[in-house]
């Protein structure tokens, strides 16, 4: 039995003549050709160039080859690199030996997850016990810049101390597998800085050679950087917020002051 939507065997649909193209028409299978006359679309402009930055980032792609996943820089201003965590100790060894940038700046790391507690100053301060640990799969987090494709991210800027240019580096943490080689045998600084990594996110340093908590009571459990750490002390007194912050000098104050000002003026 047809339904009202088949047709009953034997009743061959035909084609509509009152839509059947005319003769010497093109078929409707394709997209319309452009008009005589019409404009082209405009082809993408090419990246500004950086005579100081893309030279680094190409010198580090012939050494790291694809373990260097993307980069991305802004003229004038800065760069930033992903590479593979099986990459990373490679990475800061070719930016110390090959392109000189010998000053470690800093390392830390990123957790990508929204807070399942939301903001404490948009009002998010209720804590929801059965919130899931991670609340977006962490191919859908939105990820700075050079992307990502996991929860927790390394990041380290390393420098040249003549020319004050750098690069960030960053790496994606896997997340059944938080841990990534040590650079505190290619920087001293980063000692300290990789202790407080692991001991604020979980990330291990495979070869540190002294990786002891810093700010912690040894028996500290938790990690209080990452996301799904409740912030207590902003639970106990909120974040007092936006409203509190003062226009530095040259600043418009904000729209709403602004009117509050008016109002109060009025008044007087």
């Known amino acids: 039995m047809s339904s009202p939507d088949t047709p009953p065997e034997g009743d061959e649909q035909r084609p509509d003549p009152a839509v059947e193209p005319e003769d010497g028409a093109e ?42 996943v993307a980069s991305h820089v802004v003229p004038g201003v ?11 100790h490679r990475a800061g060894e070719v ?7 010998t000053y470690f700046g800093h390392l830390s790391a990123i957790d990508w997850m929204p807070s399942p ?14 919130a899931p640990a991670t609340t977006t799969a962490p191919a859908d987090l939105a990820h700075g810049t050079t992307g990502g494709e996991t929860r927790f991210q390394l990041i380290a800027r390393l420098e040249n101390h003549a020319t004050g240019i750098g690069l960030h580096l960053k790496a994606d943490i896997p997340d059944d597998a938080l841990a ?33 908590h810093i700010y912690l009571p040894g028996e500290f459990e938790g990690y209080p950087l990452r996301k799904d750490f409740p912030l207590l002390a902003r639970e106990v007194k909120p974040w007092p917020g936006l409203v509190d912050v003062e226009p530095m000098p040259g600043e418009e104050p904000a729209e709403d002051e602004a009117g509050a000002n008016d109002e109060a003026g009025a008044d007087v």
């Not at 505190?184 to 002294?210: C, K, N, Q, Y």
């Open 27 to 68: 078929p409707e299978d394709g997209a319309a050709e452009p008009e005589d006359g019409a404009a082209e679309p405009e082809a993408a402009a090419e990246p500004e160039p950086d005579p100081a930055r893309d030279p680094m980032i190409a010198t580090l792609g012939e050494h790291l080859g694809d373990d260097l």
């Open 78 to 88: 800065d760069a930033w690199v992903r590479v593979r965590p099986e990459a990373w």
């Open 95 to 101: 930016c110390r030996d090959v392109l000189g940038l």
């Open 117 to 130: 507690y939301g903001k404490s100053e948009d009002g998010g301060l209720g804590r929801d016990e059965g």
């Open 180 to 212: 990534v080689a040590t650079w505190s045998d290619l920087f001293a600084g980063a000692d300290w800085h990789e202790r407080e990594t692991w001991e604020m996110f979980g990330i291990d340093f495979v070869d540190h050679p002294h990786l002891v």
